[in-house]
Nanobody
Framework: QVRLVESGGGLVQPGGSLRLSCVAS????????MSWHRQAPGKEREEVAS???????NYDDSVRGRFIISRDNAKNTVFLQMNNLRLDDTAVYFC???????WGQGTQVTVSS
């Protein structure tokens, strides 16, 4: 079973940047489709970015042009570079793998002045 561990969350001012990381277990990471999701208080979880095993990338309109998803298959890691953060980006961010429908434990991102 795939295990995912996120890191990199924190408190940042509006306009700032954070880089989230998600390390996956297993030796077939290059075959995983990976995605980042977030859940704000009182709201449903939503997908913000995805990167397929073959490299196809998609972004939600709310983050396109500000967030960048990437992966390092040699390190079993998927990243989410978040730039120009806004107050409404505040949420718990989760990574997800299509293998075993695996979820990480989440990392808190708080954007506040």
């Amino acid at each position: 079973q795939v295990r995912l561990v996120e890191s990199g969350g924190g408190l940042v001012q509006p306009g700032g940047s954070l880089r989230l990381s998600c390390v996956a277990s297993g030796n077939r990471f290059s075959f995983y489709d990976m995605s980042w999701h977030r859940q704000a208080p009182g709201k449903e979880r939503e997908e913000v970015a995805s990167i397929r095993a073959r490299g196809g990338i998609n972004y939600d309109d709310s983050v396109r042009g500000r967030f960048i998803i990437s992966r390092d298959n040699a390190k079993n890691t998927v990243f989410l570079q978040m730039n120009n953060l806004r107050l409404d980006d505040t949420a718990v961010y989760f990574c997800h793998s299509n293998i075993n429908d695996a979820w990480g434990q989440g990392t808190q991102v708080t954007v506040s002045s």
